[in-house]
Each structure stands twice: as C-alpha cells, then as structure tokens.
Antibody
Framework: EVQLVESGGGLVQPGGSLRLSCAAS????????MSWVRQAPGKGLEWLAN????????YDVVSVKGRFTISRDNAQNSLYLQMNSLRAEDTAVYFC??????????WGQGTLVTVSS | QSALTQPRSVSGSPGQSVAISCTGT?????????VSWYQQHPGKAPKLMIY???KRPSGVPDRFSGSKSGNTASLTISGLQAEDEADYYC?????????FGTGTKVTVL
C-alpha cells in the first residue's frame, strides 16, 4: 500500500524557517517525480514545487521562489520542503504527493503550518 | 501563472448529470492534454478522479468523465450520487509548474 506521511508542521513566527518532511513507502520512491501542494484555510489548492526522480530537476512557483526549496533523499525514501522567510500568507496545510503521468495520484494527509507572532 | 477559472458552485439532484468547466489559456489547458481533476471532501486530502484529460485511475467510477474544447476543460458527473458532494479542482500542466483551478463546490440536492 502506498503511503505518504508528512511531518514538521507547526507554529512559526514571521520570518522564521521550517523544514517539512514526507516519508514514502509502498512504492519505489526513486522512480517517481514528487510534488508539494498547499491549501490555505478555506481556500483552494496551490501547486508549489516539483522534483524529478534523482533531484536534478526542480520547479517552483513564483510565490515561493527563493524562499522554499524542494529536495529528496532516495536512500531515506523522503521528500523535503525547506521553507525560509515565512509570511502570514504561507499559513496552510502542506501536502506531498506522487505523480502518475502529469497528475498527482497519491497524497499524504497534510501537515499544518501556521505563521503567526 | 493565474489560477484556472471554475464556477464557484454547481448542483443537481441524485441521478442527474452535472458538468464543471475549467477555463484557462493556450499556455495551459489549451496547449496540452494534461488536465486532471481532483475531488476533495472536507478535512481530507484531494483524490485524483481524471488524469491526462480523460483517463480514470483504477477504482474511480465511470460516472466521471473528462473532455476539452479549446481553452476550456470539463468534468462531467453522470448519475449524481450523494457521496459526490464535495469540492472539485481542475489542474493543468503549464510547462512546470502546474496550475490549479479555483475550485467548484458540487451540491447534491
């Protein structure tokens, strides 16, 4: 059974940093593109970043460019999102997900990040 | 990259069909056949319902179908059931990264 389990969320002050983790199991992690998606409270989904199988290709959206970095450790079957210079508008549930073709077929349960003083 | 445009809400009675539109541009929806649709119930993670415009993952009922005309994609739910009441989001490949739609709440009357 495919499982994706996010961790690392919590309360952080504006300007602070957090590192989210996503532990993958039930599939060959190193064979798939992975992604981070977020959802602010009561709002829609926002695609944040993608990373290819070996980590050599990364793409992210303008809203987080230069502040968030996606990475992976295939030996640990783990995906990461390093978030720096956090703002109130970054408050959201953060999901990791695995690709099927050009879509996200498996999702974690999400981890809540709250940016507030 | 601007979010794709969806109607805020659609509704239908059990057994009826409803369609949700997803309008983008030639740089996303119109430029690729890589539109996907997600169903999300409150407090849950999204679930993939349609990918690559009109393909269904294993386990998704054939009541769900996808199509596209120009810059607008559509998700049709036939034979609406109570459990279909949820939020639905379209998504399109746009040359990396991807872009989601604004979301549509489907209500079963």
């Amino acid at each position: 059974e495919v499982q994706l389990v996010e961790s690392g969320g919590g309360l952080v002050q504006p300007g602070g940093s957090l590192r989210l983790s996503c532990a993958a199991s039930g599939f060959t992690f190193s064979s798939y593109w992975m992604s981070w998606v977020r959802q602010a409270p009561g709002k829609g989904l926002e695609w944040l970043a993608n990373i290819n199988q070996d980590g050599s290709e990364k793409y992210d959206v303008v809203s987080v460019k230069g502040r968030f970095t996606i990475s992976r450790d295939n030996a640990q079957n783990s995906l990461y999102l390093q978030m720096n210079s956090l703002r109130a508008e970054d408050t959201a549930v953060y999901f990791c997900a695995r690709f099927l073709s050009f879509a996200l077929i498996y999702w974690g349960q999400g981890t809540l990040v709250t940016v507030s003083s | 990259q601007s979010a794709l445009t969806q109607p805020r809400s659609v509704s239908g009675s059990p057994g009826q069909s409803v369609a949700i539109s997803c309008t983008g541009t030639s740089s996303d929806v119109g430029g690729y056949n890589y539109v996907s649709w997600y169903q999300q119930h409150p407090g849950k993670a999204p679930k993939l319902m349609i990918y690559d415009l009109n393909k269904r993952p294993s386990g998704v009922p054939d009541r769900f179908s996808g199509s596209k005309s120009g810059n607008t994609a559509s998700l049709t739910i036939s034979g609406l059931q109570a459990e279909d009441e949820a939020d639905y989001y379209c998504c399109s490949y746009a040359g990396n990264p991807y872009v989601f739609g604004t979301g549509t709440k489907v209500t079963v009357l």
